[in-house]
Nanobody, 126 residues
Framework: QVQVVESGGGSVQAGGSLRLSCVVSGLTYSTYCMIWFRQAPGKEREGVAGIDEAGRRTYADSAKGRFTISKDNAKNTLYLQTDSLKAEDTGMYYC????????????????????WGKGTLVTISS
């Protein structure tokens, strides 16, 4: 049974940084994509960044240059380093797992995810 648990959210001022973590337990798949999504108040959920089992990364345009996705296989943990945060980065951040990706890089598509965490809240004050 795969379980996904996020942590690391909080309240920071604009320009600050946060490192989000996601522990994935029970992962037995040889190929996968691990994705960070976020949902701002009143808006649809959007993909932020993804990383596959080989370490290949995919970023949304809104995240390029400010966010960095990484993983520690020994700790079964996914990270999202968020820097130069803006008020519009406020929202619930979710970690999700796609267990049979099609190849060619991760898709930031919520409809193909197989497992989800409950999210961690990020609030940026201006």
């Amino acid at each position: 049974q795969v379980q996904v648990v996020e942590s690391g959210g909080g309240s920071v001022q604009a320009g600050g940084s946060l490192r989000l973590s996601c522990v994935v337990s029970g992962l037995t798949y040889s190929t996968y994509c691990m994705i960070w999504f976020r949902q701002a108040p009143g808006k649809e959920r959007e993909g932020v960044a993804g990383i596959d089992e080989a370490g290949r990364r995919t970023y949304a345009d809104s995240a390029k240059g400010r966010f960095t996705i990484s993983k520690d296989n020994a700790k079964n943990t996914l990270y999202l380093q968020t820097d130069s945060l803006k008020a519009e980065d406020t929202g619930m951040y979710y970690c999700a797992l796609e267990t049979a990706p099609h190849g060619g890089g991760c898709r930031l598509n919520e409809y193909v995810m197989d497992y989800w965490g409950k999210g961690t809240l990020v609030t940026i004050s201006s």
